[in-house]
């Protein structure tokens, strides 16, 4: 009897620690943090002034339900903080709604990937995921309404940083935060939320507006046109992505991205981009061994390898008032999670060079490396890492060779390949594929991590692949 009480209160202790640390589902626990811990995050430091408060929420299975019945403001906004990446301006409350309802964040997910649980925003992974409320400061200058003004600009929702605007028919309004617009849609009336006023300053996406606009974000009523004079589709609600094929021309339009100088004399090549207005993405790449650039207001450029792209979709602003469900709610792009400012992408071929003098720069310092996972194998790991697989004894009686990949310094190889007289095997954990000529190419979905095998293989999408090279003779 004792025995089994024992394991009861075990399997109770068991039970308490993985809803503790596991929120009563796969994903880490949601946490909650204050100014302080605000303060020490570099992507979003600045909001450690603003009053911040602890929200009240649970957890229904991997959904985060909030609870706001007992918050004493009226106007504030839920602000989801993560590591190395900047905040995300979740749900707008504002004074017409009523704090009875019970809400979860907006486009937050928990999903398994490579069998691992992960909190998502948009596709994009959260790290160190933390929530809290905050209120919004009303202590900045008015925007400015450059002409041509629009018809009416009032306070969105009785709130003091919220702005609707109304322009005339065929004129669209536009929200200017440097020497490019943001957040155009093809809609005479609009909502912006996402200016904020810290401490006397604008800030958008959570970069200060440009200092030649005296710090004020401005609002304008104009006709749908960039500025190189050619009007733009949109897709979803989000305006199409530019692309640079010639560099001396347009570089000089967007002094304000960070970085651009050093990307001047490198020559620049075509590419393609695509749409799916079914899912709301954009799909970017290059063509051959060719580096994606993109290039963006409020980030470092982003590069990525031959075989590799950005996950971008298309979103309403997570920012919205909660009350404001109108299909004129600004949209914006999000890329791996991320919300970006005036994208223009170009495929480059001279990349290599800058890499080796530089250190290699990718969002926010970090190097992911390759998201997908490619092993070569060799004759010292091979029993180790596939002996008990039931193909292993085929291959292990015969000379093998480890394939080369056309990584070269980039994120993730594209190309397999093996010398003359020897086949290329390829295999995951339940399914191989011979390649008589040798090589074979490959892809890596960023969003789902996985590799796409060219179509001759009978390899479905995987999230692991092991190559080696094999003499059959």
């Not at 948009?122 to 919004?136: H, N, R, S, V, W």
């Amino acid at each position: 009897m004792k025995y089994q009480r024992l394991v009861a209160f075990i399997f109770l202790l068991f039970n308490v620690f993985i809803q503790e640390v596991f929120g009563q589902c796969g994903c880490p626990a949601v946490k909650t943090i204050d100014a302080a811990g605000i303060l020490k995050l570099p992507e979003s430091k600045y909001l450690g002034t603003r009053k911040t408060h602890k929200p009240t929420f649970t957890m229904s299975g991997c959904s985060i339900i909030l609870d706001f019945s007992k918050v004493v403001p009226n106007d504030f906004e839920l602000m989801i903080f993560r590591k190395n990446a900047p905040p995300i301006f979740n749900y707008r409350f504002v004074k017409t709604m009523k704090k009875s309802v019970k809400v979860s964040p907006i486009g937050i997910s928990c999903v398994r990937v490579n069998g691992v649980y992960e909190w998502q925003l948009y596709g994009g992974k959260i790290t160190d995921m933390a929530i809290a409320l905050q209120e919004p400061e009303c202590n900045c200058v008015e925007p400015i309404y450059f002409r041509p003004k629009p018809n009416t600009v009032e306070k969105g929702f009785g709130a003091c940083d919220v702005y609707a605007a109304l322009c005339e028919p065929k004129k669209f309004p536009e929200l200017v935060s440097g020497p490019r617009a943001m957040g155009r849609l093809e809609s005479s009336s609009m909502i912006f939320t996402d200016s904020k006023c810290v401490a006397k300053k604008w800030y958008y996406n959570s970069k200060p507006i440009n200092p030649s606009l005296s710090g004020q974000p401005m609002l304008e009523c104009d006709y749908e046109a960039s500025e190189y004079g050619t009007y733009k589709d949109y897709y979803c609600g989000c305006r199409e992505i530019e692309k640079m094929s010639a560099p001396d021309s347009k570089l000089t339009l967007f002094y304000n991205y960070p970085e651009v100088p050093s990307y001047q004399n490198l020559q620049y090549r075509d590419g393609i981009i695509s749409y799916d207005t079914n899912k709301c993405t954009a799909k970017i790449s290059c063509y051959g061994s060719d580096t994606l650039v993109l290039f963006l207001q409020n980030m470092i450029p982003v590069k990525y390898g031959p075989s590799t792209s950005p996950y971008i979709s298309c979103h309403p602003s997570t920012n919205r008032p909660f009350p404001d469900t109108k299909i004129t709610t600004k949209k914006q792009w999000y890329m791996d999670g991320i919300m970006i400012n005036g994208p223009i992408f170009s495929c480059i071929r001279q990349l290599l060079f800058l890499e080796t003098t530089k250190k290699r720069v990718t969002r926010f310092s970090e190097e992911p490396g390759c998201l997908c996972k490619y092993v070569p194998l060799t004759s010292a790991n091979i029993q180790k890492l596939v002996g008990s697989y039931s193909f292993y004894p085929l291959i292990a009686s015969r000379p093998i060779r480890t394939p080369t990949d056309n990584r070269s310094g980039l994120v993730c190889p594209s190309k397999s390949t093996c010398p003359a007289n020897y086949s290329l095997v390829v295999f995951d954990n339940l399914n191989a594929s011979v390649f008589p000529s040798g090589s074979m190419t490959m892809i890596c979905d960023t969003k789902t991590r996985q590799w796409a095998v060219e179509k001759t293989a009978h390899i479905p999408n995987t999230e692991v692949i092991f190559a080696v090279c094999v003499n059959f003779n």
